[in-house]
């Protein structure tokens, strides 16, 4: 994890100016601690933290009983990672003065990252409501969420993933703790089912749906076929078939088969939005966008936030003549996934028909970004999707 030294260094200069607060100690240590301060501050605007923990220890020798100096020391041991000795130096620090404010939080994280994780929890909970800084409350979270994650603590977990994301939505550090939590907890998932039902209608849904991601359409036709023969009326697998069956060919007989399987899955489920929004694909691929938008329009009722039915109706209405109508739909769309390219690429060509070019020209702009950096993820993107539905395309 990447620790904001200038955040953590105020930390350390707030430290000092307690100390400096102080009473006067007896003359001549006051002008001493004035110039080891003044070195330990210039070594660490160089980044020299080795010279900056002997002028901090220096004033130490001076005065050993002061809290906030051993606190200075405690972050810059950990500032290099020398976490064992920041522990040191934050468990004195409180031992001296228990109220020390955000000594608490560093010894938890230090504890965490000496990998003395059980020690570590209550100290990080306690730093995580009530953090020094809006980093430490990140730094603090993220540790917690990895021990309660060690803990087989789920409840835990769960919690402090959903109070991370509430405040640091777009946090690299935060997506990624989503992402490995919710990695692990599928993988462990689909070993408890291999275990507890291996010939289950799930368990071939399951392997249809990893055989989709890898793109390996065929066998996922052939596992989504065996879960229905297990249970026909299976939820989402009728579905799941249909849409394999058009990843697979894009011949008339898939497209047929393909129909049928999504009003199967009506049929069982009258409100499935994506069972609609594949109706109306077909309807499109029939160039029918009057029947294609009617089945667009359902999914959205049912849906309302789904991008690929938005960009799908928007481009029916291009199709109908009616293009302002198109756009309200394709901004929705764009509002909900800003990274989508497609939906990026039917807005531009939309403002373009519609005369606004300033707008037209952003939305190109962005396309022609997303489009670059989607590429170099193409694969990993495609492994991570969902694939429920078929996804939508520039024609």
Request: charged share 25%.
């Amino acid at each position: 994890m990447v620790v904001r030294l200038w955040t953590l260094f105020l930390y350390a200069a707030g430290c000092v100016a307690a100390q400096q607060s102080a009473p006067a100690p007896k003359q001549p240590a006051p002008a001493a601690i004035r110039a080891h301060y003044q070195r330990a501050q210039e070594a660490l605007a160089a980044k020299r933290y080795p010279e900056a923990v002997r002028e901090f220890q220096n004033i130490l020798r001076i005065d050993p009983n002061s809290a906030g100096v051993h606190a200075n020391l405690g972050t810059v041991y950990y500032a290099q990672a020398k976490y064992p000795e920041a522990t040191a130096s934050f468990e004195q620090a409180l031992k001296l003065k228990p109220g020390l404010k955000g000594a608490v939080a560093f010894l938890g994280m230090s504890l965490a990252r000496a990998g003395r994780v059980q020690e570590a929890t209550p100290l990080l909970e306690k730093g995580f409501q009530s953090p020094l800084s809006d980093d430490w409350k990140l730094e603090a979270g993220l540790l917690l969420g990895d021990a309660c994650q060690r803990a087989n603590n789920s409840k835990c977990v769960q919690t402090v993933l959903a109070e991370l994301q509430r405040l640091y939505p777009t946090n690299t550090e935060v997506l990624y703790f989503s992402y490995r939590l919710h990695a692990s907890l599928a993988a462990r998932a689909v070993a408890d089912l291999v275990k507890s039902a291996p010939d289950s209608a799930r368990l071939h849904q399951l392997s249809g749906e990893l055989l989709e991601s890898d793109g390996d359409f065929a066998s996922a036709v052939s596992e989504y076929r065996k879960a229905l023969e297990i249970e026909p009326r299976l939820p989402g697998c009728h579905r799941a078939l249909g849409v394999a069956l058009l990843n697979l060919s894009t011949g008339d007989a898939a497209r047929r088969e393909a129909e049928d399987h999504f009003r199967l899955e009506l049929s069982i489920n009258p409100n499935d939005p994506a069972a609609e929004y594949q109706l109306g694909e077909l309807f499109w691929l029939r160039d029918q966008p009057k029947e294609a938008f009617a089945h667009f329009t359902r999914a959205l009722q049912l849906q309302p936030s789904f991008p690929d039915a938005l960009i799908a109706a928007g481009k029916a209405q291009i199709a109908l003549g009616q293009l302002a109508q198109a756009i309200i739909l394709l901004e929705k769309a764009v509002a909900l996934d800003p990274s989508n390219d497609v939906a990026r690429y039917r807005l531009a060509r939309a403002y373009q028909g519609s005369g606004n070019r300033e707008g037209a020209d952003r939305e190109f702009a962005e396309f022609r970004r997303l489009r670059t950096s989607l590429e170099a993820l193409k694969t990993i993107y495609r492994q991570l999707q969902e694939t429920r539905v078929t996804a939508q395309k520039i024609e």
